[in-house]
């Protein structure tokens, strides 16, 4: 699943330079990461998390569920399981079940003993299971409003035109929150679900739907749906509302699109591409899509991307694309990554959360896979170099965390605790190993892996075996080393050329911690030489501390290239002379290679660089993420010629007609504070644009640009109809970089219940932004506001207030932060233990602002005025004189797995 971390939103998967190997999760948005469980030797108790007993194999459930009204919040219900024990001596059957009503048990249709505390239900048979026959067991019970797992949307005065609905939501584990379940990953069973809604609307669920009937009241309908294939419980799903239902056909397979009336114009626009992805994940897996249909449900207060419910998507409102939307990009990423969960996560499950990179890493990968297959290697290659420079920055050695994380308290941690994590690592180790084994060898392996486990749960080492298997390698050392210990390797490279000897010579330095448990990695590095306009590729197994490799030529090569296909996941730090950089950007031999080389000149961008990053970001041939990089070089550079160069390729003759290269340059151009010319362009683009991406940037520049002269437009940006309040928002945090305390009422607006689900959080943040900058009467009315937003029924919103409090700083709100620590209550799928997580955070923050002493307050005031008298300064000098030579810098770059 992909989830949303903090305010990210859906934009990752509507621009896809940053979707795919993001930290998007597929059902959970989730809190910061928490620290692994530490040893206590007092107790001496194991710190891994291991699998449950089932004690009992759970082959078939049937769930019958009834809603006579959504706006009730309740349903009656009763769940079937044919179950057999597995050994001897099974005395009981234990179930998660959280807050169910009336509860009456039966054991193969007579009364049966059992117990309940409120989150277990534990059966008692007269006499041991038999190991011989099947047991049928039957509870009948009632939920009202449950705290998870099932989100009621009703009618709401506040949303009238919210389309009224419900859905569920299992992973990790809160399906018990609606139907009592073995609800751990260790366990899989076929399901069937039967749902009497009202007549007026619909009800999706797994599988085939055998039946829909009208029933006997003359109100309401039923509809059965079967799923054959055995899954987890945390996949069964169950969406009901007044949905358009638009199919189509994937080589005989139906493919439904469930979307509610209000949003459904733009249903095909945007799930346009599923047959196409469906047809290449079977191929390349070797299993044809496994189930009865494969349908995508839009819904209203989903809290995460999307859910790879089996055979039954969930996916945020979001995700809908309009036309003009389409130029800045699609929801391919999401929609890619859920249907490949579909195989992995679906039909294959990590038997732990532990091994949940099995099923978030894949479908990551997956993802792009597609893109590269839709768009181009140039795609792939360049979206796992950025990503693997996110990875590198996270991933520490001297982190508790590998990607294999067993040392985890909740069973969320693993998908997204600091350092290796489960989607963006996850993908780069496959992307790695795609590179080092071939894609004739990788595929193949994919292919015996996806059969061979199909319906069943893995571990990281089923992966690994059969990796060996089919490649005749040993990789033990490469899972050891990416998934089993944390860190990444970090390399420093100094080229140099002898001509005595005519030798090229390339020493590395792996500089990260090593030591026993964290020795030197052993890594395959490409090397890339070109002469008189002939290129050849070399590779190095770097193994130690230090190498040296050495290759002999006729003369100098005039260019060199490190992993020219983002074939390693590493940090390098890498010394070139700077005109083997100009070469590159130019023509260097792949995309990922030219962007290296931007990245590498705005490390230190000399004036006589301006010319080259020039010719690239107005290269309509180039690749965009090329393109996109040789703006972010001018950008950092603050010198009048780069400046200039932006305002020229934006304004000149079509301009940039690239949106996203044209999103990338207003960003740009946003690192030119107080620059006159700089503002100008970045008003005509703030104004109007073709783009809402390019108007959003355009806008959040001027803010970065310190735009105080531009802030009408800002401001009339607010009001200006837009997709999603994405430029409300990008209006909000430019005032909030200019600090302009005009933005506190309007962000108080934004924020208040009645505005978008997914708006109202990011709202939130920026008051208590606004209000830490305002006066002591707006501080005040801040306060007050998010206070009362600790009791706001929706729980995105709630987090966000707590965490706007301590942004706020102000010492006022700790006993109302106190209090609702205290309080007892969650909400949706947030425990109340996160919340109390979260409220210390605050707490810590708002002492931590009440402890700094006056001066350094003051201190910070004076900043960005020094800021600008020294970029004055500076420019004056420049004007003046050349700027001294200095030597040669080295450039940072993380190297991928590809």
Not at 127 to 151: C, F, K, Q, W
Not at 162 to 169: C, E, I
Not at 452 to 461: G, K, N, Q
Not at 605 to 620: E, H
Request: glycine letters at 6%; aromatic letters at 8%; a negative charge.
């Amino acid at each position: 699943m992909r989830s949303f971390i903090a305010a990210a939103a859906i934009l990752t998967t509507l621009f896809p330079s940053t979707a795919g190997a993001g930290e998007l999760d597929c059902g959970r948005a989730f809190a910061a990461s928490a620290a692994p469980r530490t040893f206590e030797s007092r107790s001496g108790q194991d710190t891994v998390q291991y699998p449950r007993d089932p004690r009992v194999e759970y082959k078939h459930l049937r769930l019958n569920l009834k809603f006579e009204d959504l706006a009730a919040k309740t349903f009656v219900a009763s769940a079937e399981y044919t179950l057999r024990a597995i050994g001897p001596h099974v005395r009981t059957i234990e179930l998660d079940a959280v807050d169910f009503y009336d509860i009456a048990v039966e054991l193969n249709g007579k009364p049966a003993n059992f117990s309940y505390d409120d989150t277990r239900l534990t059966i008692v048979p007269p006499a041991e299971l038999p190991t011989d026959a099947d047991t049928t067991v039957t509870i009948h019970y009632r939920v009202s409003d449950p705290n998870g797992g099932m989100i009621f949307v009703p009618p709401d005065p506040a949303y009238p035109n919210r389309p009224v609905s419900l859905h569920t939501q299992g992973q990790t584990e809160t399906n018990r929150y609606w139907f009592p379940a073995h609800d751990s990953p260790n366990v899989k069973f076929t399901t069937e679900l039967s749902v009497t809604v009202p007549k007026a609307i619909k009800a999706l669920s797994n599988g085939k739907l055998i039946e829909r009937r009208d029933e006997s009241d003359g109100k309401s309908h039923t509809f059965h749906y079967r799923q054959d294939i055995p899954h987890v419980a945390y996949l069964a799903s169950l969406a009901v509302g007044d949905f358009d239902v638009v199919t189509d056909d994937a080589d005989g397979l139906p493919v439904e699109y469930w979307v509610p009336k209000q949003w459904s114009a733009d249903t095909r626009r945007t799930f346009a591409n599923t047959p196409k992805m469906i047809a290449l994940f079977g191929k390349l897996t070797g299993v044809k899509y496994p189930y009865a249909k494969y349908a995508q449900v839009v819904v209203p207060n989903f809290e995460s991307g999307g859910m790879e419910n089996i055979s039954a998507t969930t996916l945020v409102e979001t995700c809908l694309v309009d036309e003009r939307a389409k130029l800045d990009g699609d929801a391919d990423g999401l929609i890619a990554h859920e249907l490949a969960h579909q195989w992995f996560g679906d039909l294959l499950t990590c038997r732990t959360w532990a091994h949940i990179w099995l099923n978030e890493g894949f479908a990551t990968f997956m993802d792009e896979v597609w893109f590269e297959h839709d768009k181009g290697r140039d795609w792939y290659e360049c979206t796992f170099r950025n990503s693997y420079n996110r990875v590198a920055d996270a991933d520490k050695p001297e982190s508790p965390d590998p990607l294999v994380y067993r040392d985890y308290e909740k069973e969320w941690e693993p998908f997204g605790h600091k350092g290796s994590l489960a989607y963006s690592k996850g993908s780069s180790v496959l992307a790695m190993l795609r590179h080092i084994l071939g894609d004739e060898i990788f595929w193949k392996g994919m292919q015996e892996y996806t059969k061979r486990f199909a319906a069943r749960s893995v571990e990281t080492d089923d992966f690994r075996h059969v990796m060996e298997e089919v490649s005749g390698r040993s990789l033990e050392q490469f899972f050891q080393e990416y998934c089993y210990r944390p860190g990444t390797p970090v390399i420093k490279v100094a080229y140099s050329w002898d001509a005595d000897r005519k030798t090229a010579e390339l020493k590395f330095t792996q500089t990260q911690q090593i030591d026993a448990k964290t020795p030197a990695f052993a890594v395959p590095i490409d090397i890339y030489f070109e002469n008189d306009g002939k290129g050849e590729t070399v590779t190095f197994d770097l193994a130690t501390r230090k190498a040296t490799f050495k290759q002999a030529f006729e003369s100098e090569p005039t260019l060199v290239c490190l992993d020219p296909h983002a074939g390693l996941l590493a940090k390098m730090t890498v010394d070139l002379p700077r005109k083997m950089r100009i070469t590159a950007l130019k023509s260097g031999p792949t995309a990922v290679s030219r962007m290296d080389a931007a990245n590498a000149l705005a490390e230190d961008l000399k004036p006589a660089d301006v010319p080259a990053l020039t010719a690239c970001l107005t290269n309509d041939s180039e690749f965009w993420m090329v393109r996109s990089a040789a703006a972010t070089a001018l950008g950092r550079a603050s010198a009048d010629a780069a400046r200039d160069a932006l305002i020229q390729a934006l304004t000149s003759g079509k301009g940039i007609e690239n949106p996203r290269v044209r999103r990338a340059a207003v960003t740009a151009l946003g690192n030119y504070r107080y620059n006159a010319a700089a503002i100008d362009c970045l008003a005509r683009f703030a104004k109007s644009d073709p783009s809402y991406g390019v108007e959003e940037s355009a806008t959040e520049a001027l803010g970065d640009a310190r735009a105080a002269s531009a802030a009408d437009i800002i401001l009339a940006n607010l009001t200006r109809p837009t997709r999603y309040d994405r430029l409300t928002l990008s209006s909000l945090n430019a005032l909030a970089d200019l600090e302009d305390p005009r933005g506190l009422d309007a962000a108080m607006k934004l924020a208040a219940y009645g505005n978008r689900f997914r708006t109202r959080p990011q709202a939130i943040r920026l008051v208590g932004r606004f209000g830490r900058m305002s006066d002591d009467a707006g501080k005040a009315k801040a306060r007050a506001f998010l206070e009362k937003l600790l009791d706001d029924s929706q729980p995105m919103a709630v987090r966000a207030a707590i965490s706007a409090l301590g942004e706020l700083g102000d010492e006022k709100s700790i006993s109302a932060l106190q209090a609702r620590a205290k309080s007892g209550r969650g909400g949706g799928r947030i425990t109340q233990e996160e919340i109390a997580r979260e409220v210390d955070t605050a707490l810590n923050s708002i002492r931590s602002k009440q402890q700094e002493p006056a001066a350094v307050k003051s201190l910070r005031d004076d900043v960005e005025k020094m800021k600008k008298q020294n970029d004055d300064l500076r420019r004056r000098l420049e004007k003046l004189e050349p700027p001294e030579k200095k030597p040669e810098a080295s450039t940072t770059h993380a190297m991928n797995a590809g």
